[in-house]
Every structure is written in structure tokens, then in C-alpha cells.
């Protein structure tokens, strides 16, 4: 049984989630549908506790005791995830990761190595902007905003491969929503080929996993049957998240 006060609470925090970080009441509002009045008062409490500070527009934002609890949630989510990413290395035979975005960036937080000896490494931890990943593709297809996230980190050029221009980068994503799966073909990396797939907690997109590895491999494998494979293995930990 839920409690009222804290489903309104944790819709207001996701609405400013969901509007980059900040937000104006209005803006709330429209998105929570709850009464100014409610969210006046839940910003209050939000306030005072520090999940919430208030800009000198008077606009909301996540605050940073968010910082400390997502911190704790992230390495709890990263622990979580190993044996999913181990069942698709010993699937697929290459490197599996999980990815996370913050803000405009693709933070890393899990891997389970290839066993083979040429494999790919990229660093737990590690922070990239998502229009040269295939994890980021796999995020940001999902989101109202991903122009604005290009238009504000830029999309600079990692290898002769990389997307640069943020229309076909829309393009892109329209492709990765319609096959359910997203790529990147030597595009933050020359001679290295990813495919990611997005993490669902029953709706939102809130991680992406991915297979990747020296391109001739990764195309070796039969696409459909590893984004199934990928597809099928997101599923269950996005489940498992939901209902542990």
C-alpha cells in the first residue's frame, strides 16, 4: 500500500528529473498534475531537507542531498548488475557494461570483462557524452530533450566515424527506438563496435547495457540474435530492480 505524501514527493522530484534538473511550479505542475498548492508545500519539505534548493529565478532544482543517496545507489546498482553482465559475456564471449547518465554525460558503472585477450576496456567511472556511444544512443532515445542535451555539450569529433551533425543524430535515435537497440560502429573508438540496449524500471529508461568489442567480432555476431540476447537479459534486471 502506498503512502500519498511520498508517491507526490517522489513525483515531484522525478518531474524536475525529467526537465534536465530544474524547473518552475508551472512546469511542475503540468507534468505531476498535482495542485500547486501540494506542490508548494511538498517543495518545502524538499527544501528544508536538501533534495531540493531553489535558484535565484526562483526555479527549482535537485539538490544535493540527492548527490549522497545517488552516490550509495549507483555502486548498490553496479553490484546488482555483475551477474546480468556475466550471463552476457558468457552469451556473447565480449566485454558487458552498464551505463548511466548524469546530467549530459554517460557515467560507466559496471563491467564484466571479455575472458578473451583482445577485449575492450572502458573504465568504471569513466564519463562521455552520449552522442558517440551506442549506451548513450540507448538513453537519450527515450527523452524529450536529447536535442538540447546535443546542442549542449556539442558533438565533438572522437573518430572519422563519430555523428556530428544533431539532425542526424535525431535521425539516429528515431532508428534506435524503431530497432530497439543502438550502435556504435567505431564512433567513440576506431575498430571498436558496441551495441546497447535501455534498462527499464517499468517505464523510464534509467541505465543501458551494452556488449562491445573489436568490430570484426561484434559483426561476426548475428545482430538481431544479440540485440534479442541484450534485450532479454535488460529485462530481467530491469524486473529484478523493480521487484528484488
Request: hydrophobic residues 45%.
Amino acid at each position: 500500500m502506498s503512502v500519498q505524501s511520498v508517491d507526490r514527493a517522489l513525483d515531484v522530484l522525478e518531474a524536475l528529473s525529467e526537465h534536465g534538473g530544474q524547473a518552475g511550479l508551472s512546469e511542475i505542475a503540468a507534468t505531476t498534475g498535482l495542485p500547486y498548492g501540494t506542490i508548494h508545500r511538498l517543495l518545502q519539505t524538499l527544501l528544508a531537507r536538501g533534495y531540493v534548493r531553489q535558484e535565484s529565478d526562483r526555479r527549482y532544482a535537485l539538490g544535493g542531498a540527492l548527490v549522497r543517496i545517488g552516490g550509495v545507489a549507483e555502486r548498490m546498482l553496479a553490484v546488482w548488475a555483475e551477474p546480468y553482465l556475466a550471463r552476457l559475456v558468457e552469451l556473447s564471449g565480449e566485454t558487458a557494461n552498464l551505463a548511466v547518465l548524469e546530467g549530459d554525460y554517460v557515467v560507466y558503472v559496471a563491467q564484466v570483462p571479455s575472458p578473451r585477450r583482445l577485449r575492450m576496456f572502458a573504465e568504471v567511472g569513466r564519463r562521455v557524452l552520449p552522442h558517440s556511444t551506442a549506451v548513450g544512443k540507448a538513453l537519450l532515445a527515450g527523452r524529450d530533450d536529447a536535442e538540447a542535451v546535443f546542442r549542449r555539450t556539442g558533438l565533438p569529433r572522437r573518430t572519422d566515424r563519430t555523428i556530428t551533425s544533431v539532425g542526424e543524430l535525431l535521425e539516429e535515435l528515431d532508428r534506435v527506438r524503431a530497432q530497439g537497440y543502438a550502435l556504435d560502429l567505431g564512433e567513440e573508438e576506431s575498430g571498436v563496435h558496441c551495441m546497447a540496449v535501455p534498462v527499464h524500471d517499468g517505464g523510464r529508461a534509467f541505465a543501458a547495457m551494452s556488449v562491445s568489442g573489436p568490430a570484426e567480432r561484434i559483426d561476426a555476431i548475428d545482430r538481431e540474435e544479440l540485440a534479442a540476447m541484450l534485450r532479454k537479459v535488460a529485462e530481467d534486471f530491469g524486473a529484478a530492480v523493480l521487484h528484488p
